[in-house]
């Protein structure tokens, strides 16, 4: 993919037992990283499987604690987990847009304080951060959820250029609709879930849902040496669908 191996490096990845993470283990794992996966869940395709809720921050400390030795400190640190229920603006409680912020924002916080530090002992790491198309356009009914992704990739470039002088880069993928089972799950509160997803389909210009294998290739590019010029970046794996709703 970029010419240099990742081989005995040592990767966190979250959201690790399903989606998007657990195909992110899985093909670090094949490049030869030591992964430890996090998740509320066994992390089959971990290395070292952790389970911990990423709104504690004294469970997430555990996990990443337990990581570091076993595996050394991090250099890739890949943040897939995330929470998507659904809402909006008017209708949704002060405790759901609090829970998607601690979830979805508060949890990357804790993450890049556990492991930045030791990736800035090393001399540098990759942070990826799976963000969401609707963080950059209107998305009623998912109000809480799309303003907690904007807010992630604000946090994305304001952490890119406080860590950029110990050569952590920090960057983001955007994806449109994945065919995982969150997605999944969104179709089924449908009356017609089949419709649902055909009518989604026609919303990606290149007529199909995108696969966890997709964003995975970018997550991985963004990993490595060959993006190594690269921070602060919010890259979309949408299938052509922001043109249509720019």
Known sequence: MNGVSLAGRAAIVTGAASGIGAEVTRRLREQGVRV???DLRPA???TLSLQ???RDDAALATAVRAATAAHGAATILVHCAGVCPPGSVLDSEDALYLDI???NVVSAVR???HCVPGMRDLGGG???VVSSINARF???NLAAYAASKAALESLVRTAALEFAPWQVRVNAVAPASIDTPMLQASFQRADDPQAARMRNIGRHPLGRLGTAEDVAELALFLAGEGSR???GGVFPVDGGAGMTRS
Request: glycine letters at 8%.
């Open 126 to 128: 990759s942070v990826v």
């Open 111 to 113: 993450l890049l304080r």
């Open 138 to 140: 209107a998305t009623p």
């Open 52 to 54: 911990a809720d990423l």
């Open 44 to 46: 089959p395709e971990a």
């Open 36 to 38: 430890g996966g996090i």
């Open 229 to 231: 010029w690269i921070t």
């Open 101 to 103: 912020y601690d979830s």
